[in-house]
């Protein structure tokens, strides 16, 4: 993948996408924009808008689109962005947001939207098996410990569960998915910019295939159809 890409990342939690979506941004030298990472870090500040966030994130329900959107577009609009692209991880997870985005980046302003494709099953293990640096964001799993346990690796921070790994908000999440979220593989098909990517096997594997699948989306698309950068 060549530097300088404006992605998104979709795939049902679990999937891998903050794991990917770290990879693709220290890849391609551009900015990671997860709003769940947002969200989490407004709710740690305690600020009025965090808490507000926390009260739906810990039920696993989906941050009102209003809110979520006006986050976003303040996000994108900040020069770095605007100079290099972005990967947005879990945005957009709605029909309403999806619309809003291209309104927001114009036509052409969407090299590729990833799905990253793994199984229910598969998912539930990771996402029950997630912890996360309470610091950092950086993500392990019980059967991948950090190697102080649980000191994160990168900056010794505390490695804990987060609030929506829980059995009950796992089931909500899932739920949504399903009949928010995954519409839009359709809706991206539709615009002739989604590659779907097998998220089963090594996080090295995937990355490769991720490349590929984007390169090929990107070769696909007429040169006339791309906006100004
Ligand atoms: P968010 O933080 O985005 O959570 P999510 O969508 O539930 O996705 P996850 O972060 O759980 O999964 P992931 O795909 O990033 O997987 P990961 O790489 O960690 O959102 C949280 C909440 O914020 C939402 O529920 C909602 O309330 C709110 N929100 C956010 N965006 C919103 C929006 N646009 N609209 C409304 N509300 C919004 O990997 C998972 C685990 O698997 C890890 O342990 C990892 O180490 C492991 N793993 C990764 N890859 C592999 C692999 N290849 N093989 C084996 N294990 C792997
Ligand atoms: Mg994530
Ligand atoms: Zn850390």
Known sequence: MSSGVRLLVLGKQGAGKGTQAVRIARHS???????????RAAAASRTPFGLKAKEFMKRGELVPDDIVIGVVAERLAKEDVVDVG???????????QAEELQRLLGPGGLDAALDIDVPTDVVIDRIS???????CGAT???DKPPKVKWLCDKDGGDVVQREDDQPEAIKRRLELYERETG??????????LLATVDGVGEPDDVFDRINDGVETVRALRLPSSRGPR
């Open 183 to 192: 519409p839009l593989l359709e809706f991206y098909d539709g615009l002739g």
């Open 140 to 142: 392990y799993h019980v």
């Open 86 to 96: 972005f990967v947005l991880d879990g945005f957009p997870r709605t029909r309403v």
């Open 29 to 39: 030298g551009v900015p990671h924009i997860s709003t769940g990472d947002m969200f």
């Open 129 to 135: 098996g997630r912890r996360v640096c309470r610091t």
